[in-house]
């Protein structure tokens, strides 16, 4: 589908219109997409917060939060088409009196209504049975959700079975922005359009494989859902386990979101437990204490605004992780994520196997490996490193270690590269589950990520410090190390 294509109109009702995700995220993503012509004429941005307003004051705060989170000058011709498109209604989201209010702004013969929660979980419940109870919906309704989808695999079911009652499987569409970036979706292109890697993407090629992100950010004053989250459940549970399973999956029958969803799962059913018996071999876990990033000082977890010190909430987790299937058979799989890291960092390293007979010992004592680096942020882009000979009329042939670099920007010069929520809200709004979450797949991943918690809780060790600006504590490094291999910097 091209950029000039027409879709069908939407009603997209954002709940909690005025919050940080919305002003931060949501709405930035919605203007770029009009900026791109991506957004069909008739399709209404509707929002809905608690507080009191009209659709003068939510324009000019949507147009308050452009000028603060925008990364370019508002184009204001474009900002005039889109704030056409902006209403606003007040509705306390407890209260199910007050949800009629959305049959005077709602067209359901006209538009699709996509209805977007970006609000805790614990609302979930009262908007789908305020949605039902004033006959707002129809079959062609849908609703996003973003995550936490719930804290654990009983919580998370809870969760579904509320929307259940009111939405099917097919009109509920789980968000998790990083399956809406450039370099997750080229991972289809790359292991299923080329053969070189089609046919070199198993155990009897792949050493293994490492996938890190790193934040610079702390918990941005997020104390009270953080320390009740962590790093494992906050982004190890969806982020992590996403990327791995894109990695990992069997080719799928075709590209529809039934057939990927499928090999994913697949994926996730066959993760090795991680148990009370090895989570002290397999995991580690991580704390930031005070240090610096960028050379400006920033305090340590225990010390940000509203701290309980006695807290045991981990900021880092790496990670050993098992694929008990045919193709991954001995190949780890090297998970961490963390805040307070060196820098912004997002990528997957697949390392391959050594050869086994060096014939160019001059310049190596141990042929060093290839590694396939795929870069999803800052910078997006794919890099190949590999040895070549370095040019030259002397007898005998010398190696040089060199790589070959895909920079998306540099090599798609004339495409416009957006984020993950643009791509998501605009497929969303399209009708397209393909990049999403299937209920299966989060209750597979929290059935793993349980097992984590549960081990953590009985071996109830404290997690273990590491200064801002690191790469985590060393028992991370001594993790890898064990296995005589060492963290891509």
């Given amino acids: 589908m091209n950029e000039t294509t027409v879709f069908e109109p939407c009603d997209l009702v954002i709940f909690g219109a005025l919050g940080d995700l919305s002003r931060r995220k949501l709405l930035i993503s919605l203007y770029r997409l009009e900026k791109a012509n991506l957004l069909e004429a008739d399709t209404r941005i509707i929002g809905i917060d ?73 609302l979930f419940t009262n908007i789908c049975q305020g949605l039902d109870k004033c006959g707002v919906l129809n079959g062609k309704s849908r609703m996003v959700m973003e995550k936490p989808i719930g804290h654990d695999l009983q919580s998370s079911k809870a969760i579904n079975d509320a929307v259940a009652e009111v939405f099917n499987e097919k009109q509920v569409y789980r968000i998790d ?9 080229n991972l289809l292109a790359l292991r299923f359009a080329n053969a070189i890697f089609t046919t070199n993407w198993d155990h009897n090629t792949i050493d293994h494989v490492q996938i890190t992100v790193a934040e610079e950010v702390g918990i941005e004053g997020r104390w009270d859902y953080f320390d009740k989250t962590g790093q494992l459940r906050d982004m190890l549970q969806n982020h992590l386990l996403q990327i791995l399973t894109f990695v990992a999956m069997e080719p799928p029958v075709n590209l529809e979101a039934q057939s990927i969803h499928n090999e994913k799962i697949k994926v996730l059913a066959a993760l090795r437990p991680i148990t009370q018996e090895n989570a002290g071999l397999k995991t580690v876990r991580g704390l930031y204490s005070a240090g610096a990033i960028k050379g400006k000082p920033v305090p340590g977890y225990l010390e940000e605004l509203g701290a309980n010190t006695e807290s045991t909430t981990e900021s880092f987790v790496a990670l050993k992780a098992a694929i008990d299937n045919w193709r991954w058979a ?8 963390g805040k307070r890291m060196a820098y912004k960092r997002t990528e997957i390293v697949i390392k391959f196997k050594r050869l086994p007979h060096n014939i160019f010992k ?27 000979k370095i040019p030259g009329i002397d007898e005998n042939i010398k190696l040089q270690k060199t790589k070959l670099d ?9 495409s416009k590269i957006f984020g993950g929520y643009e791509k998501l809200v605009l497929e969303a709004m399209r009708g397209n589950p393909t990049l999403f979450l299937s209920r299966e797949e989060i209750e597979q991943a929290w059935t793993w990520v349980d097992s984590i918690q549960d081990a953590w809780a009985h071996i109830d060790s404290a997690p273990e410090p590491y200064p801002a600006g690191t790469w985590g ?16 910097e």
């Fill in 50 to 122: 608690r507080h009191e307003g009209d659709n003068s004051g939510f324009i000019e705060i949507i147009h308050e939060s452009l000028q603060e989170f925008l990364s370019e000058v508002i184009d204001e011709q474009v900002w005039a088409r889109f704030s056409a498109r902006l209403a606003y209604l007040k509705i306390d989201l407890t209260q199910m009196d007050q949800y009629p209010l959305l049959n005077t702004v709602v067209d359901g013969q006209s538009r699709v209504m996509v209805n977007y929660f970006a609000v805790a979980p614990s």
């Fill in 177 to 185: 922005h990083y399956l809406g970036k450039e370099t997750v979706l």
């Fill in 330 to 337: 001995g190949v780890p799989f090297y998970l961490r994520t």
């Fill in 362 to 388: 001059e310049s190596f004592d141990e042929l060093p490996s290839n590694k396939l680096i795929i870069h999803l942020q800052p910078n997006e882009g794919i890099e190949i490193q590999m040895l070549n």
């Fill in 406 to 414: 895909l920079s998306f920007s540099d090599t798609f010069k004339n």
């Fill in 473 to 488: 504590p060393e028992a991370a490094d001594e993790l890898i190390a064990r296995d005589g291999r060492v963290w891509e």
